[in-house]
């Protein structure tokens, strides 16, 4: 099946550092790939679309200046999360769809914990 | 727009029993709804989807959700829980045509021995 990999699976920085967490397709094509975080014990919040060669589409209150997202392939995007502060630490999971014959299947990544201290 | 209420954000059954984990959806638009299970610091699997066929979707591990467009909700079950079940569920929405998936709080799955 397909498989959606996300790097570093876990992150520690210290504050004010920025940190750059990749989330590739594997073993396809991803046009369109989504960022969520998600707080302890809390449901995913989506964060931004990624789409392929153009510039993400950002959730309401969600600093785009912050978190930078680029998808400059069909099977990689990278959200990078600059100057981060404690408030930022947080599990990040990533979300590709792949195209098929009964629409659109979509695929999580396995999602990446940041810890600023 | 959509939204997603899951009741009760943890359930606890005994091992063998009958699992509910409640599920109720609003949506301006025909949706397609999920079930996803995330273990502990893992990502998100899917256990099953409602695509408008058969209202009474059979998923992965023994889930199994029914769509009542009329209750409008999308309740997931199975007959009888393992230890391995335990793990938070999210239900999830989208309207039909879109990707953008709305999710639910999650409800945590203990099972007792």
């Known amino acids: 099946g397909a498989v959606v990999s996300q790097h570093p699976s876990w992150v520690i920085c210290k504050s004010g550092t920025s940190v750059k967490i990749e989330c590739r397709s594997l073993?396809?094509?991803?046009?369109?790939m989504f960022w969520y975080r998600q707080f302890p014990k809390q449901s995913l919040m989506l964060m931004a679309t990624?789409?392929?060669?153009?510039?993400?589409?950002?959730e309401q209150g969600v600093e785009k200046d912050k978190f930078l997202i680029n998808h400059a392939s069909l099977t990689l995007s990278t959200l990078t999360v600059t100057s981060a502060h404690p408030e930022d630490s947080s599990f990040y999971i990533c979300?590709?769809?792949?195209?098929?014959?009964?629409?659109?299947?979509?695929?999580f990544g396995p999602g990446t914990r940041l810890t600023v201290t | 727009a959509q939204s997603v209420t899951q009741l009760g954000s943890h359930v606890s059954v005994s091992e063998g029993a009958l699992v509910l984990l409640r599920c109720n959806y609003s949506?301006?638009?025909?949706?397609?709804l999920f079930w996803y299970v995330q273990y502990p610091n893992q990502g998100l699997q899917l256990l099953l989807k409602?695509?408008?066929?058969?209202?009474l979707v059979k998923g992965i591990n023994g889930f199994e959700a029914e769509f009542k467009k009329s209750e409008t909700s999308f309740h997931l079950t199975k007959p009888s829980a393992h230890m391995s079940d335990a793990a938070e569920y999210f239900c999830?929405?989208?309207?039909?045509?879109?990707?953008?998936?709305?999710f639910g709080t999650g409800t945590k799955l203990q099972v007792i021995p």
């Open positions: 949506s301006s638009v025909p949706p397609y």
């Open positions: 979300s590709a769809y792949r195209e098929s014959g009964l629409g659109y299947e979509q695929y």
């Open positions: 409602y695509t408008s066929a058969a209202t």
């Open positions: 999830a929405v989208t309207p039909r045509g879109y990707q953008k998936v709305t």
């Open positions: 073993d396809f094509q991803a046009t369109t």
């Open positions: 990624s789409n392929e060669g153009s510039k993400a589409t950002y």
